[in-house]
């Protein structure tokens, strides 16, 4: 099935500072997702790309698709507390059914 | 909104116990999954049901079954329970939306401790 790298792992910042995590593939991807969560709590679905050289905008934060569907990044500009947790990219497969093959995870932390 | 329950926040079993753990959402959504969460493997799918008494396995399904008898509902099995099954499990819920959006709905997960 398709698999996806994401890179970093952790990533420590001072509030105020920008954070990107990307996530990688081997393959052409038809679709990503972006989900968060915080800590101790649930992964929560925050985008959908499927264009090659998509890019969406949730307030600070900005989603990108790569041109050759191979790669995706998630960059929050000017971070604040309330951003903590891990951020995860997801990729679907190719049934109807939604199953999902998640990247390991961007554990951020925000330092005051 | 949609809500995903799981029967339980924390569990503590003894070794060799058999050990369910339930799920139910209230959306009438056809796709239902068991992933579990271990630091730095992100979220692993063990099984998922796409329809009532349907299933298949996902990417580590040793030592784990499901049932899922009513759409609303899927359960996860440990049947004979070990300490490397001690993990947070997350369940979660999506629309068979074809071409459509993937977004899941996740419970507030279990995390269970194997001793």
């Known amino acids: 099935g398709q698999q996806v790298m994401q890179i970093p792992q952790y990533q420590h910042v001072q509030e105020g500072e920008d954070f990107t995590t990307y996530c990688n593939s081997s393959?052409?991807?038809?679709?990503i997702q972006w989900y968060k969560q915080r800590p101790g709590g649930h992964p929560v679905f925050l985008i959908q790309l499927v264009k090659s050289g998509e890019v969406k905008k949730q307030k600070r934060l900005t989603f990108q698709f790569g041109e050759a569907k191979k790669n995706s990044s998630l960059h929050i500009t000017a971070t604040q507390t309330t951003d903590v947790g891990t951020y995860f990219c997801s990729v679907a497969g190719g049934t109807s059914y939604g199953k999902l093959t998640f990247g390991q995870g961007t554990i951020l932390t925000v330092h005051p | 909104d949609v809500k995903v329950t799981q029967s339980s926040r924390y569990l503590v079993k003894r070794t060799g116990e058999k050990v369910f753990l339930e799920c139910v959402q209230d959306?009438?959504?056809?796709?239902m999954f068991w992933y579990r969460q271990d630091p730095g493997l992100g979220l692993r799918l063990i099984y998922f049901s796409y329809d009532v008494k349907m299933k298949e396995k996902g990417d580590i399904p040793e030592g784990y079954s499901v049932s899922r008898e009513k759409k609303e509902r899927f359960s996860l099995i440990l049947e004979s329970a070990s300490t490397n099954q001690t993990s947070m499990y997350l369940c979660?819920?999506?629309?068979?939306?074809?071409?459509?959006?993937?977004?899941?709905?996740f419970g507030p997960g279990t995390r269970l401790t194997v001793t």
């Open positions: 959306m009438d959504h056809e796709n």
């Open positions: 979660a819920s999506s629309l068979d939306l074809e071409g459509g959006s993937y977004e899941q709905y």
């Open positions: 393959t052409t991807l038809s679709n």
